[in-house]
């Protein structure tokens, strides 16, 4: 499926052609930043690790944006970030690809961000960010981040579309850029942490059950999932492969959550709260799943499930 942008109107650039784009980025108040949820910033590893994406050289060339031109002026209305990264159960010959794939990190978004930069470091031997410790309970930093060798896949980290351009094939153009790119660099499979856009609608199902939900009515030829931007991907030949469990992890103080999601929920946490329990879960807008809130402890941890998905790459020979 081929999605032609009108190049007239549209024209995709990547952060190493036009990386004045990407300093737009620096304003908190740009319509691409406030698309996503303000406490999703607050993850360690996006905050890490996120800005190396355009900064370096070799992987700018994965970084994505697509411009909409109108006279004389342009706007950036999407942004695509992806990154190249080894994975080395690819490569061994012990594993089909189908139980290779099964072997991505559980860490889903959080550890792919971290083993795609920090292989790229040792790679050219760039000091790493390791210096800075990541929280024990995940194990985002693992032995195939220390690898140098060349990549053999790459992971889309986000696609996000302005709010006021959405359905006009942007969303698609992006997945087809980057599987585009994958392809010229020679790569084997385009994954993704994909972070289901619904699933905050029902915080309390389990993602495991909520990927199985169908789109009704459903089709006698093909059933395909209810999350639209699950469904999305399908219909560009993604595969759902498994959840990604520890995908996001964000920690903060009470007081930090409440400016995160200008939510009340917690004014009446104290009420709530039972001694006997160690957590009071909370839901809150945008969250996938609840958050775990440790009243005595003056701290709430959010750890967020996400959605590997596959993409396989089509080559034409000649």
Request: charged fraction near 25%.
């Amino acid at each position: 499926m081929n999605i032609a942008l009108d190049k007239q109107k549209y024209q995709l650039y990547t952060a190493k052609s036009r990386p004045d784009l990407w300093k737009q980025f620096e304003d908190d108040r740009h319509p691409l930043n406030a698309a996503w949820p303000l406490f999703l910033d607050q993850d360690a590893c996006y905050q890490k690790y996120a800005k190396g994406l355009a900064e370096y050289e070799g992987l700018a060339e994965y970084q994505f944006a697509i411009v909409e031109r109108n006279h004389e002026d342009e706007t950036m209305v999407a942004c695509g970030r992806s990154i190249p990264f080894y994975f080395p159960e690819l490569d061994d010959k012990k594993f089909t690809k189908e139980e290779a794939l099964h072997c991505l990190p559980e860490g889903g978004y959080d550890a792919i961000l971290t083993r795609g930069i920090e292989q790229y470091r040792r790679r050219l031997s760039l000091k790493t960010a390791t210096a800075t410790p990541i929280h024990k309970s995940n194990h985002y930093f693992d032995a195939a981040c220390s690898q140098t060798n060349p990549p053999n896949a790459l992971s889309a980290i986000s696609i996000t579309v302005r709010p006021d351009r959405r359905s006009l094939g942007l969303a698609e153009a992006m997945i087809q850029a980057m599987k585009q790119t994958a392809i010229n660099k020679n790569l084997d499979i385009l994954v993704v942490p994909l972070r289901p856009t619904r699933k905050s609608e029902f915080p309390s199902v389990d993602m495991a059950d909520y990927i199985t939900w169908p789109q009704l009515p459903a089709t006698p030829d093909r059933v395909l999932p209810f999350d639209p931007w699950l469904r999305k991907h399908i219909r560009l030949g993604g595969r759902i492969i498994k959840v990604a469990p520890t995908s996001m992890r964000v920690e903060g103080r009470i007081a930090d959550w409440q400016h995160w999601t200008r939510c009340d929920e917690w004014r009446t946490l104290p009420e709530k709260f039972d001694s006997d329990l160690l957590y009071v879960e909370v839901q809150f807008p945008g969250g996938l799943v609840p958050l775990c809130v440790f009243v005595e402890e003056d701290r709430a941890v959010y750890i967020e499930p996400n959605v590997w998905l596959y993409h396989d790459l089509q080559r034409t020979t000649a």
